[in-house]
Structures are given as C-alpha cells and as structure tokens.
C-alpha cells in the first residue's frame, strides 16, 4: 500500500515538515524522511527554534565560540538558525532537482519583532538570503500590512519568499497582488523570474480555535463547529485558482514565473473532539502546500486517507461563511485578532528564545 504521505505528492500537494533541529538533520531522520515518505520541503520559526536550542546540548559548543567572540543573543540565534538552514537545504537538494526547484525549499523566518517594519524586513530577509546562500532557502515575512510591501521587494530582488500568518482571504487577495508586483517589477527590468518560489502560509486550526468557543456559547444553531477553518482555507484556493486564470498572471508565467502556491499550516487538531488528520484531509488538492508538525506527520502516515477533497470543501464554503455571518460572528473581526495575536506570540518566543540563549551563553562562558 502506497504511504499516505506520498500519495499526497502524488495528489499535487506536497508534504513539507513544520519542524527543524539539528539532531534531526545529522541524524540521517531528515534524510530518511524524504526518502521514504517522501517529504518535500520544511518550515521553521521563532518557537521552533526556542524548543530546539533550549531543549538540547546539541548548540552548545557553538553558542559558546560565539558568545566568547562577543556575539550578542540576536547574531547567535542568526549563526544557529543559519546553520540548520543551510544543512537542511543540503539534504533537500536531491527535492529540490528532481522536482526542478519547485519543492525541496527550507524556509527561514525574519525577526518577529520586524513585523510592522517595512524597510527593516527587506533588509533582514536580504540578509539571512545572502547568509544562507542557497537557492532552496526561502525567507518568511508576516502578511501583516507592513509586511505586504516587504514582500514585494523581496520578490523583486531575486529572493524566494514564504508568506506567513496569513488568516483571511481578504488578507490573502493583498498578498496576491504583493506577489504579482514583486515579480512585475523584476520583469519590467529585464530580469528573470524563473527560479523564484513563493508560498502563501495560510493558517488553519487557530481559525476554529477561536470561532468554536463562539458558537458554542450561542448554542451553535447552524451546525458550524469546526467547518469554518476549513471554508475559509478553501475560499481562499478559489481566490488562488481565480488568480491564475488572469492576463497578468499569463504573462508572468510566459516568463517562467510558477504560481504561490498556498500552503496550509497550523494543520494540527488542537481540538480531541476532531480526528488528528482533520485539518489535513480537508484540504488535499493540486498546487497546494501542507506543513506538518512532526506528530502531525506520524499521524498521517499512519493511518491518513488521502483523497482529493477542496473541491468539496469549495463547493459549501461560501454557504459556511454566510451562515456565520448570520449569528452574528465577524470573520474579519476574528481573522484581525488572530494576525495581531499570531505576531504578539512569535515575538513573544523569539524573546523568550534570546533570554535561552544569553542564560546559556552565561552559564557555557563562565563554566569553560
């Protein structure tokens, strides 16, 4: 029988891991990973890497050569993160051949506390680009409104982009429009396209997370509980299918431009009353992107049932919508929140990241 998670690549949605450390890389597990369920690219971010650093002795010896090189919290973080990213891109490359750049990407995020920082992002996501020095690396900006502009400078100046904490399609509509003046301006100058990646990280699971206590505190009249996450993402691959059946998007990709594809995250079941695979089924379909944190993968494979499912999730989304609207719950109003919440709290783990490695570097420094 055909492993889950590669018949999902078989489906037109790839596999990619919401996840990095660096035992996993020097393990051979990442390698095995993509050779055996097929994954097909990997994602990180603030709290990933906090969980990773603290959580082992595996950057010691690093943080303590940088730390004793007066290295601050922030250029540490940098040289770890970079590392890890440019060893992952490593064993992706074979991905990232085979699939002629379209998969094997590894994404790496800006600081968080750059989010309503236009110019700053550009300059930190120039930064960590050249630092990583690998055309399977992507660099993640927030869709936050400072963050659209960054965007489109950085796909103009050459570099891979995944777009990140995106909840609403409205949001989502801005980051297409980022995305096609990026690649316009580059084409304006005589400039290839080609070899330019882009997704769009469209966020899940929090949607129900915040509409369900909603509707259970009115009694949930309509029968919404834990549909609209799922509608929401699907309307949001109708605005992306809309997108490439443009005249401006023809044009992009007679240049060899590929689409953003969106990618779904925050794909894990926080609610035990739904299946662990629920967010993940829901959405399977081609040109698409599904990030999976580990437990999230084991789980798939072991007993996923992949199907090709968003054209149904399509058919009733706008029906969901409209429902909500109608007892009185404003999406718009939810989706603010949780962009607003979404950056709050990687700030708040990058934060917590930097005090993990000044207590680190204090303690390695003044044991050695």
């Not at 078989?10 to 919401?18: E, K």
């Not at 709290?47 to 002795?57: L, R, V």
């Amino acid at each position: 029988m055909t492993n889950p998670l590669v018949r999902l690549g078989q489906l037109g949605q790839s596999p990619w891991y919401d996840f990095i450390t660096r035992e996993l890389i020097a393990s051979g597990k990442l390698a095995r990973l993509i050779s055996a369920d097929g994954l097909r690219g990997m994602t990180s971010n603030p709290t990933i890497f906090e969980k990773a650093i603290a959580g082992s002795a595996d950057y010691d010896d690093d943080i303590r050569e940088a730390a004793a090189r007066g290295k601050n919290s922030a250029e540490i973080f940098e040289i770890l993160a970079v590392a890890d990213v440019r060893a992952a891109c490593g064993a992706f490359h074979t991905v990232y051949r085979a699939t002629d750049g379209v998969d094997g990407l590894v994404s790496l995020e800006v600081s968080p506390e750059l989010a309503n920082d236009t110019a700053g992002t550009v300059a930190e996501a120039k930064r960590l680009w050249a630092a990583v020095g690998k055309p399977n690396a992507m660099i993640k900006i927030p869709a936050t409104p400072a963050g659209l502009p960054a965007i489109t400078d950085t796909l103009a100046a050459g570099i891979s982009v995944n777009v990140t904490l995106l909840f609403s399609v409205e949001r989502y509509q801005q980051v297409i429009e980022a995305f096609l003046a990026g690649l316009e301006r580059r084409t304006a100058r005589g400039l290839p396209v080609d070899r330019i990646r882009s997704v769009a990280s469209f966020f899940v699971s929090r949607v129900d997370g915040r509409i369900d206590p909603m509707l259970d505190r009115i009694g949930d009249p309509k029968g919404l509980r834990g549909t609209i996450a799922i509608a929401n993402a699907a309307d949001a691959y109708d605005k992306f299918l809309r997108s490439l059946e443009t005249d401006r998007w023809a044009a992009l990709a007679s240049e060899g431009a590929l689409p953003q594809r969106p990618l779904w995250a925050s794909t894990s079941t926080k609610d035990p009353k739904y299946p662990d695979t629920y967010y993940v089924e829901a959405l399977i379909g081609p040109d698409t992107v599904n990030t999976l944190p580990p437990d999230t993968f084991e789980a798939y494979r072991d007993h996923g049932t992949p199907e090709p499912r968003i054209a149904a999730a399509m058919a009733t989304a706008c029906e969901r919508l409209e429902a909500l609207a109608s007892v009185g719950i404003d999406l718009a109003e939810v989706t603010r929140f949780l962009e607003e919440d979404g950056v709050k709290k990687f700030a708040a783990s990058y934060r917590d990241l930097l005090a993990g490695i000044d207590a680190k570097s204090t303690l390695l420094t003044s044991t050695r």
